[in-house]
C-alpha cells in the first residue's frame, strides 16, 4: 500500500477545526488527506480499520455527525464544522458502551476487524431508531462485511443492545 | 489503493463563486465523492482542484409545488429517500435513492453525483498497476477498448440509479455554467459513449433537477451482484397510466445496461391494450431489442439483457395489479 505520490503541485496544509468525539478539535491538514489516514496515522486513532480501502466493505465506518460515513472515501478537510466519532468515543469512563457489550456478550465478533464499522453503523441506527426492527437493522448494516460471523450474531447483538436501552 | 493525489479543494458558497472556480484549468466538480474519491485513489484523474459544491444554498434544498418537484444538486440520497415530497408521490424515485450503495454512501452521494455519476467498466473501475498492466484502456490513458476491440469507442456503462425513474417521469435538468443558467429534458444530458457520456461544457454543473408534477405510478428495480451494496447490473424505472384495464401511458427507463441511461423507445405501440402476458412479453422484447449490455461487468451481457426485459415486465405486472380493484 503505497501513500506517496510525487507531484509537481503538493497540497498545502491547512488548520481545520472540527469536533473529534466529542472535543473540539484544530487539524493541520493537507485538502488531499483522507479521513481514514488522519485518524489512524496523525491521530493515533487505529480503531477505525482499513478494510478494502475502497469504499465497500465498511470497515472504516465512522460517524459525521451522526450518519454514518466511510471514512476511506472522505477527506479530512470535509470535516471542517463537523463531528466525527469513531469507535473511541463509544467506551464510557473506560467500560464498553451497551453496544459495545452487547457484540462481545451475544459473540457478534470474530476476528474483529469488521467491528469498530459494524459497531458504528449500528450505533448511527439506534440513535435514530430505539426499537429497530430485523429489516431495519439488517438495512442499516447492508454497507458493512464481516467475512467470519455470518451476521447473525451480529444482528442479536443490536437487537440486544436495542432490548437492554433505557 | 493509493492516496489521494495532490489537489486543492475550493469550496464556492455562491453559484457565480463556482462558475468562476470552475474556469480554472484542471478543475473538478465533486460533491459527496463516493465514486470520486474511489476513481482518484485508482490514479484515474489528476485535478490540480477539487471544486466542492456542497456549500451552495441554492444546490440544497426539495421543494414541492404546483409545477412539480425541485431537487437540489446536492441533496444528499438519504435525504432524497426519506422525504415525504418524494416518498409518497414518486415511489420509484425513492425507491433508486434506496438502492445506491450502502446506507454510509447514501449519506454521503448527492443526486448530482448520481447523475453525473463516472462509466464503470471491469477494465476502468481498477487500480493503477492492474490498468498498466493490462495496457490501459480507451477511456483512460489507452487507445483500444478491451470489451469491444474493433470497436470504436468506450462500452463502458452508466449505473447511476436515479437517472432512470427521472427520465421516466420527464425530468429535467438546471445546469449552470460560464454562460449563464441553461434548463433541458434529462435524457440530453447523456451521449451513448462511454468516454465521453455527459454533455456538460467544461465549467458547467447541475444546479437543480425539476420532476413534473402529477407523476403516473412507476416503480424501479435493479439486478446487481450484492443486495445489499452494488451498482446496477440493469436497473429499470417504469411509469405506467392505465384507464380501466387499457394502458394510456407507458414510459420505460433503463440504466446500467448502456452507455447512457435512456427512455425506451416505440412504447406507443403498447397503448391501448390491457397488461397481460402478451402485452408483457412485447414490452420485454422492446427492451431486449434497445438495450446493448456489454461485457462491462462480471456477469454475462447476455443476462443483463434478459434481466432487465424480466425487470420491466415484472413492475409492468405489478403496477397494472396495484391500479386494478
Sequence with gaps: ?166 | MDGLPEFRVLTPRSVAAAVAAGARPGSRFVAGGTDLMANLRHGIGEPGTLIDLRDIPELHGIAAGPLGLSLGAAVRLAELAEHPAVAGPYPALAAAALAVGGPAHREAGTIGGNLCLDTRCLFYNRSAWWREANGYCMKHRGDICHVAPTGKRCHAAFSGDLAAPLLAHGAEVEIAGPHGLRRQPLGDLYAEDGAAHLLLAPGEFLLRVLVPPDPWPAAYAKARARGAIDFPLAGVAVALRLEGTGVTGLRVALTGTNSRPFLLAGTDALLGAPVDAGWRERLGKLVQKQVSPMRTTLLAAQYRRRVAAALAERLAGHLADAATP
Excluded: W
Design chain 1, 1 to 166: 500500500m503505497t501513500h506517496a505520490r510525487t507531484s509537481p503541485r503538493p497540497s498545502r496544509a491547512r488548520v481545520r477545526l472540527f469536533r473529534l468525539n466529542g472535543t473540539d478539535h484544530a487539524a493541520l491538514v493537507a485538502d488531499n488527506v483522507l479521513l481514514l489516514d488522519y485518524l489512524r496515522e496523525a491521530q493515533g486513532l487505529t480503531g477505525t480499520k482499513r478494510g478494502c480501502d475502497g469504499g465497500e466493505c465498511g470497515a472504516c465506518t465512522v460517524l459525521i455527525d451522526g450518519s454514518p460515513r466511510l471514512a476511506c472515501l472522505t477527506r479530512a478537510q470535509e470535516c471542517e464544522g463537523h463531528h466525527v466519532e469513531t469507535i473511541e468515543a463509544l467506551a464510557e469512563a473506560g467500560r464498553m458502551s451497551r453496544l459495545q457489550r452487547a457484540f462481545h456478550e451475544r459473540l457478534g465478533t470474530q476476528c474483529g476487524y469488521c467491528t469498530p464499522g459494524m459497531v458504528m453503523a449500528a450505533e448511527a441506527l439506534l440513535r435514530r431508531d430505539k426499537a429497530p426492527d430485523e429489516a431495519a437493522i439488517r438495512a442499516a448494516l447492508g454497507g458493512n462485511i464481516c467475512r467470519c460471523t455470518g451476521y447473525v450474531k451480529i444482528i442479536e447483538a443490536v437487537q440486544e443492545a436495542a432490548r437492554d436501552a433505557p
